[in-house]
């Protein structure tokens, strides 16, 4: 079955810049999208397809993809951006939805 | 704005049939795709499946494909999961959101937690 890998854990001190990574075979043609999700609460989205911003979402927020590999960039991480992030895409077949198994971000 | 609210017996038995509604409000539900996602306590997220307002487009994780159906009452707004011969590993947090197809999960319910146990 198709997998997307993330790192389990990425710690950055407040105001540097992490970076989580998502790697999978189809993503080089299948957009990938970012969740946050906070201890307790339902995940929000961050990123879709690739490198949009919701509205409502701070411009620290960025995303980019090259090759297999997708990446999650937050500029200037704030203690409030402590939670677990997922990134999610489609499988080559377009058959079915596949999550990343999550980053925990640790700011501080 | 767009909300979603699960609901759905907390506690299932062992073997039974997981029955879950999630209603709709600040949007029709027509025109959209719609998903179930669950979390198993303390783990990652899950991909259930998602349906198409039509019930005509349906599409579930290959892991769950045998157990799972989902269905969509736009008269109520609202859509349906079920998972049937439940075990205690289906224990998790079942989401549903708006959603699927070629589109992204914007909008998430709160979430509710479902536990198997004979």
């Known amino acids: 079955s198709y997998e997307l890998t993330q790192p389990p854990s990425v710690s950055v001190s407040p105001g540097q810049t992490a970076k989580i990574t998502c790697s999978g075979e189809a993503l080089p043609k299948k957009h990938v999208f970012w969740y946050q999700q906070r201890s307790g609460r339902a995940p929000a989205l961050v990123i879709y397809e690739d490198t949009k911003r919701p509205s409502g979402i701070p411009e620290r927020f960025s995303g980019s993809s090259s090759g297999t590999m997708a990446a999650l960039t937050i500029t200037g991480a704030q203690v409030d951006d402590e939670a677990d992030y997922f990134c999610?895409?489609?499988?080559?077949?377009?058959?079915?939805?596949?999550f990343g198994g999550g980053t925990k971000l640790t700011v501080l | 704005q767009v909300q979603l609210q699960e609901s759905g017996p907390g506690l299932v038995k062992t073997s039974e049939t997981l029955s879950l509604t999630c209603t709709v409000s600040g949007v029709s539900i027509t025109n959209f795709y719609w998903t179930w996602i669950r979390q198993r306590p303390g783990k990652g997220l899950e991909w259930v499946g998602y349906i198409y307002y039509t019930g005509g487009d349906a599409k579930y994780s290959p892991s769950l494909k045998s157990r799972v159906s989902m269905s969509v009452d736009t008269s109520k707004n609202q859509f349906s999961l079920q998972l049937t011969s439940v075990t205690p590993s289906d224990t998790a947090f079942y989401f549903c959101?708006?959603?699927?197809?070629?589109?992204?999960?914007?909008?998430w319910g709160q979430g509710t937690l479902v536990t198997v146990s004979s």
């Open positions: 999610y895409s489609i499988d080559p077949s377009g058959d079915s939805w596949v």
């Open positions: 959101a708006r959603g699927g197809g070629d589109y992204e999960v914007d909008f």
